[in-house]
């Protein structure tokens, strides 16, 4: 995918966040998010400073556009910028760095891809789940919260992967 097309499709994913959080409330154990796996997508090639404040512009973004509790997705998400190059380098090891090119599904193995993004959303949950319970809601409903969310959020990630990370082999 070219630089621009990336750029494009990014917004567009930031747009059915948007949707998704106005519209497909399944339970208040349940929230379905796509940012971490967007920031995760993000060209390796883009410092770690940029992609942590292009994570603040999309969670403010979501925040102020459908979430309405500021700062609360740019809390989670920063994090997960910061930590993308290393997770990727533990999980894809060096090579993609040295050879300057993206993941992909095919590139690499959906294994790999799904434990990747298993990380991502985890971390990014938690960080979430323990700033928006804000010690008010019992560890039972946020743990309960924090796993029905990271399964629903990791499945709907797997689909969005294939979408930001294609195969530029083809």
Known sequence: MRKAEFWVVYVLMAVA????????????YVMLTILPVMVLCIPLRVPTWITMAIAFATGFSVDLLAEGVL??????????????????????????????EDFSVRKSSFGKVALAIFIVEALFLVVYIWADGAGT?????????LLASLGAGWALSLVVVEILAPDTRK
Do not use: W
Not at 17 to 26: K, R, S, T
Not at 77 to 100: H, M, Y
């Open 17 to 28: 966040q948007m949707l998704l959080c106005n519209y497909f409330h399944v339970s208040p």
């Open 71 to 100: 700062g609360l997705n740019v809390l989670a998400l920063v994090p997960v910028a910061f930590v993308r190059k290393e997770v990727i380098r533990l999980i894809f090891g060096a090579e993609l760095f040295a050879r300057k």
């Open 137 to 145: 809601r019992p560890f039972s409903f946020n743990a309960f919260r």
